[in-house]
């Protein structure tokens, strides 16, 4: 067809329109920041909405990045298919609200992330959905709970801040014995050092704004598992409408690029320090499933794939004071209130993650005022020896 002559305000409306096809392929997959796809006829729309491969059409439901970074996670998680959103807390809501009714009741963890616990409490109750927090390092108790009627039950690979672990295989066993699904929040192992779906459960979520992407600017979440599974999902997230921007699905993707060199880095660090820290003087206690004298060692051998993880948390003596000075020496390490980026940061959990429990409800948790939350990151391992020696030496003088 003949170019029409068009105006110049409509040159400029249609800037870009009709650049040339590329007669090669670019090396990195490229950004589709686009919100909507545009059709050569009605045909081509009824093989978009039947679900015809690369058949996009509004990148709320589906674009280009969002898709190949899903199956990237569904691969490296070893599931059939995921789900991308916007936060790692959008992909626990959706994962959750799929699969659950009103009148429906959830069994979830006691210590699991702050912001997971009180979107549930103070979210999901309004809609009629009960939650109750369990104790699942107590099976026996577990089967009381879940013989009492639950849909759903809701665990961490880790738990924060004391790196406990609770024993995934026989969970998930007990829970589809009494007809529950089981969700694992994966944000502190990762793919690298644990893969809950291998372990017998049905998903796995992750906050994407931790080790997947791993540099700290950008938020993002996935849900993963059996595609017959993530149906409901899908829908869910296609309704409710949390999607990430074609840009944060690419900067996710570079992140997973370099996952198992920063794993492997996060793992031999904090191996290094959980010793380091676990010999000075200054400090009460070390949390980490690295150390052979640690209670969860044997399952963190079971269950982990490699490596222990990049995070840790210490006691120092001293209570809120002693973790203060500390902080306050650090000159390389951050006080930083997130996780998993590749510069090491500290946080206080009695502080941030925890503040809102009494000094006693900490207590019964064994969260000591002293505990320091650290996330090492992918530094020489000497620069942050030398900077958490020289702060705790200053608790002995
Ligand atoms: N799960 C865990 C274990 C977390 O630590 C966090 C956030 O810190 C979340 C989920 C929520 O993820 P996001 O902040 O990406 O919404």
Redesign the pocket.
């Known amino acids: 067809m003949d170019k029409l002559p068009l105006t110049w305000e409509t040159m400029a409306a249609r800037a870009g329109k009709g650049a040339a096809p590329l007669a090669t392929t670019p090396t990195v997959n490229p950004i589709y920041q686009t919100s909507v796809f545009t059709f050569e006829s009605l045909d081509q729309v009824d093989a978009a909405f039947a679900g015809q491969p690369g058949g996009y059409v509004y990148s709320r439901i589906h674009n280009p990045n969002h898709a190949v970074l899903e199956t990237t996670l569904a691969e490296l998680e070893g599931g059939e298919a995921a789900v991308v959103v916007a936060?790692?807390?959008?992909a626990?809501q959706i994962t959750c609200l799929a699969h659950l009714q009103a009148g429906d009741r959830m069994l979830v963890t006691r210590d699991?992330?702050g912001?997971?616990q009180v979107q549930f409490l103070q979210e999901f109750t309004r809609f009629g959905i009960k939650v109750d927090l369990v104790d699942f390092s107590d099976l026996e108790m577990v089967a009381k709970e879940l013989d009492a009627g639950a849909r759903l039950v809701y665990l961490?690979t880790i738990s924060?801040p004391l790196m406990k672990l609770v024993d995934i295989k026989a969970i998930s066993k007990l829970a589809h014995d009494y007809g529950a699904l089981v969700v694992v929040?994966n944000?502190?192992a990762s793919p690298y050092v644990c893969q809950p779906l291998q372990l017998g459960a049905d998903l796995v979520?992750h906050?994407?704004?931790?080790y997947i992407n791993g540099h700290s600017d950008v938020?993002?979440?996935v849900v993963i598992g059996s595609g017959e599974l993530l149906q409901s999902i899908r829908r869910v997230a296609t309704n409710l409408g949390p999607t990430p921007s074609p840009f944060d699905n690419w900067l996710i993707l570079r992140g997973v690029k370099t996952l198992a060199l920063r794993m492997e880095r996060h793992c031999a660090n904090a191996q290094e320090l959980a010793e380091m820290l676990a010999a000075h003087p200054a400090v009460l206690s070390v949390h980490y499933p690295g150390l052979t004298t640690a209670v969860d060692h044997e399952p963190a051998l079971r269950q982990f794939c490699q490596g222990f993880g990049g995070m840790l948390s210490f006691e120092v003596t001293g209570g809120t004071e002693g973790a203060e000075e500390v902080m306050r020496a650090l000159r390389l390490i951050d006080l930083v209130p997130?996780?998993a980026g590749v510069t090491t940061t500290v946080s206080h959990p009695a502080k941030t993650s925890h503040r809102g429990l009494s000094e006693t409800e900490r207590a019964a948790l064994g969260i000591g005022d002293g505990l320091i939350r650290l996330s090492v990151g992918i530094e020489a391992v000497s620069d942050l020896k030398a900077d958490l020696g020289q702060a705790l030496d200053l608790l002995l003088a």
Do not use: P
């Open positions: 936060s790692g807390m959008a626990i699991c992330y912001g997971t961490e924060n929040d944000t502190f979520v906050s994407l704004t931790k938020m993002g979440g997130s996780l």
